[in-house]
């Protein structure tokens, strides 16, 4: 029934915030822990460390839901134009609810502040609901950038391109 799910969406805000508060790093935990039994691996971290976002034009950024963390997002500086987006995660209770999207808003935002011209990520071959939503929102695929796994799902979005058509 259609009308039996309109419940009150949660308003999201997604901004930077301190990559070793606890928030972020149980979200972290519970990423790297699911990340990790979808590809029956050891750890799941992704090569992801909380140093990576404590530096110049970095960022770690939570997505609250009417203040409670419900999702997180990383900027890593790959050289002066180019950045990486790095630990996207949405708790599956608030998933298809815009979370994902406005950490991605927060860290283009953010990017172009920082001076960057161009994003991007990876993403792994079981998760086609971040590949749709990369491709969704002005993704387009490129070569591995990194890692030797080769079902990697490379993606980037050229910011200022972006910028000028918005």
């Given at each position: 029934m259609k009308g039996a799910r309109m419940e009150k969406m949660p308003t999201i805000h997604a901004a930077a915030e301190d990559v070793r508060s606890a928030d972020s790093e149980q979200l972290i935990k519970e990423l790297s822990a699911e990340l990790a039994a979808l590809y029956q691996v050891e750890d799941g971290g992704a090569g992801f460390h909380p140093e990576d976002v404590e530096r110049p034009r970095a960022a770690f950024v939570v997505a609250r839901a009417d203040g409670h963390p419900v999702g997180c997002g990383a900027l890593r500086p790959l050289d002066a134009s180019t950045a990486e987006v790095k630990r996207m995660y949405t708790r599956s209770d608030y998933r298809r609810q815009g979370v994902a999207q406005a950490i991605l808003a927060e860290i283009e935002r953010l990017a172009l502040e920082f001076g960057y011209t161009s994003l991007q990520l990876?993403?792994?071959?079981?998760?086609?609901?971040?590949?749709?939503?990369?491709?969704?929102?002005?993704?387009?695929?490129?070569?591995?950038?990194?890692?030797?796994?080769?079902?990697?799902?490379?993606?980037?979005?050229?910011?200022?391109?972006?910028?000028?058509?918005?």
């Amino acid at each position: 029934m259609k009308g039996a799910r309109m419940e009150k969406m949660p308003t999201i805000h997604a901004a930077a915030e301190d990559v070793r508060s606890a928030d972020s790093e149980q979200l972290i935990k519970e990423l790297s822990a699911e990340l990790a039994a979808l590809y029956q691996v050891e750890d799941g971290g992704a090569g992801f460390h909380p140093e990576d976002v404590e530096r110049p034009r970095a960022a770690f950024v939570v997505a609250r839901a009417d203040g409670h963390p419900v999702g997180c997002g990383a900027l890593r500086p790959l050289d002066a134009s180019t950045a990486e987006v790095k630990r996207m995660y949405t708790r599956s209770d608030y998933r298809r609810q815009g979370v994902a999207q406005a950490i991605l808003a927060e860290i283009e935002r953010l990017a172009l502040e920082f001076g960057y011209t161009s994003l991007q990520l990876q993403t792994g071959p079981l998760q086609p609901e971040a590949v749709k939503l990369y491709e969704r929102v002005g993704y387009y695929p490129i070569p591995r950038f990194e890692g030797d796994w080769e079902l990697v799902h490379a993606f980037r979005k050229d910011l200022v391109a972006a910028e000028t058509l918005g």
